[in-house]
């Protein structure tokens, strides 16, 4: 089956240390995207990557770093430098925009701050 | 900057009580608009991709429509299983998505 995982489906991290997403697609899609969600404020763009080894700032890219080494993988690290790490993060990928296809979305890891 | 306003913010309707969903748009030139639905604690689930205005798409009690400036998402009927939060979303060409913020639905028995 063709997808998108994400793991692990929760996590716990404690204050100043550094966390690390993984966020995986056999879809064979070029772009990939991470974003937060926070209740009542949808969701909002942290870093995306068109190809391999490239990848542009969202709007909210403080506090967060990403690569892009391989097609299938871009992993999201949450460092201590994110004042408000809490919340529930969504990997998606698409396409690309020749074809308008609907962006995919993983089924969420949500991060929780002790 | 892509805008996208979602009303209401939360809705409660009655099983079979039929009504709307409004997302409000600014885009410097549309290149498809799309809607989501999702579950507690889940990833969003794709519904429609829309175009250009006059479209419509329809998928079992739901049925998607756009203008120059707003989408309508049209529940007939809903049952239970229809209680999500629907988010809208705009693309305009600079390979991301601009999200509303949700229209949380319930429906009761």
């Known amino acids: 089956d063709g997808g998108i995982t994400q793991s692990p489906k929760y996590l716990f991290r404690k204050e100043g240390q550094n966390v690390t997403l993984s966020c995986e697609q056999n879809?064979?899609?070029?772009?990939m995207y991470w974003y937060r969600q926070d209740p009542g404020q949808g969701l909002r763009l942290i870093y995306y990557?068109?190809?391999?080894?490239?990848?542009q700032k969202g709007d909210i890219a403080e506090g967060y770093s990403v690569s892009r080494e391989k097609k299938e993988s871009f992993p999201l690290t949450v460092t201590s430098a994110q004042k408000n790490p809490t919340a529930f993060y969504l990997c998606?990928?698409?396409?690309?925009?020749?074809?308008?296809?609907?962006?995919?979305f993983g089924p969420g890891t949500r991060l929780t701050v002790l | 900057e892509d805008q996208v306003t979602q009303s209401p913010e939360a809705l409660r309707l009655q099983e079979g009580e039929s009504s709307s969903l409004n997302c409000s748009y600014t885009?410097?030139?549309?290149?498809?608009l799309f809607w989501y639905r999702q579950d507690p604690g889940k990833g969003p689930e794709f519904l429609f991709t829309?175009?250009?205005a006059g479209e419509e798409k329809e998928k079992e009690r739901l049925k998607a429509t756009l203008t120059k400036k707003e989408s309508f998402l049209h529940i007939t009927a809903p049952k239970p299983e229809d209680s999500a939060t629907y988010l809208c979303?705009?693309?305009?060409?600079?390979?991301?998505?601009?999200f509303g913020t949700g229209t949380r639905l319930q429906v009761t028995l």
């Open positions: 998606a990928s698409w396409s690309g925009d020749s074809s308008y296809n609907e962006q995919f």
């Open positions: 879809l064979n899609h070029d772009a």
């Open positions: 990557s068109q190809i391999v080894n490239d990848f």
């Open positions: 885009v410097s030139g549309l290149r498809g």
């Open positions: 829309l175009y250009s």
């Open positions: 979303a705009v693309f305009s060409g600079a390979s991301k998505l601009t």
